[in-house]
T-cell receptor, first 112, second 112 residues
């Protein structure tokens, strides 16, 4: 059974640019959640997608947006990048909305 | 607002020296409390879910317990490979998105 995968592994962007991060959920999982983890901090909830619809959002501005596709894979898009957006971005999938969340390896984003 | 506080921030143990990590939480209604292990630069790895006060779960040298206000992760006779950051997270009941609210983690170092 394949776990959660994310791409790319690392990414370097400059302030003001846009970025797209990708996540493939674990087989059979219909829910994907995205988290941002700054250095030395715990992950912070960005939003969750359930069956292609946004199912909840944390305290992040609208320039953070997402999509979920019919195969339940997902994208996180961030526009107008700021220096503070530098972090590890984690994707987690779960069998259903309230079930245990299993995390991918993350994408390390550096904004210069 | 849901809150999770973990202590200590960092813990150094000699190999074989047992200890406990603490996770204090406030949540409107607890659906589940989760423990994850995170190695540097990687995604969190699921360890345990606890649902009600008095519940205990064990896995190898780790044992997690839950009360109405806190959870403990007991580590018995740790080995160097147990070195990692241990994250605690709560999931509130009826939250819709069932997002995870994380603490900042406890960084455990086990010295040979």
């Amino acid at each position: 059974e394949t776990g959660v995968t994310q791409s790319p592994t690392h990414l370097i962007k400059t302030r003001g640019q846009q970025v797209t991060l990708r996540c493939s959920s674990q087989s059979g999982h219909n829910t994907v959640s995205w988290y941002q983890q700054a250095l030395g901090q715990g992950p912070q909830f960005i939003f969750q997608y359930y069956r292609e619809e946004e199912n909840g959002r944390g305290n992040f501005p609208p320039r953070f947006s997402g999509l979920q596709f019919p195969n339940y894979s997902s994208e996180l898009n961030v526009n107008a990048l700021e220096l503070d957006d530098s972090a590890l971005y984690l994707c987690a999938s779960s069998l259903e909305v309230a079930d245990t969340q299993y995390f991918g390896p993350g994408t390390r984003l550096t904004v210069l | 607002e849901d809150q999770v506080t973990q202590s200590p921030e960092a813990l150094r143990l000699q190999e074989g020296e047992s200890s406990s990590l603490n996770c204090s939480y406030t949540v409107s209604g607890l659906r589940g409390l989760f423990w994850y292990r995170q190695d540097p630069g990687k995604g969190p790895e699921f360890l345990f879910t606890l649902y009600s006060a008095g519940e205990e779960k064990e896995k190898e040298r780790l044992k997690a317990t839950l009360t109405k206000k806190e959870s403990f992760l007991h580590i018995t006779a740790p080995k160097p490979e147990d070195s990692a950051t241990y994250l605690c997270a709560v999931q509130a009941d009826g939250a819709g998105s069932y997002q995870l609210t994380f603490g900042k983690g406890t960084k455990l170092s086990v010295i040979p």
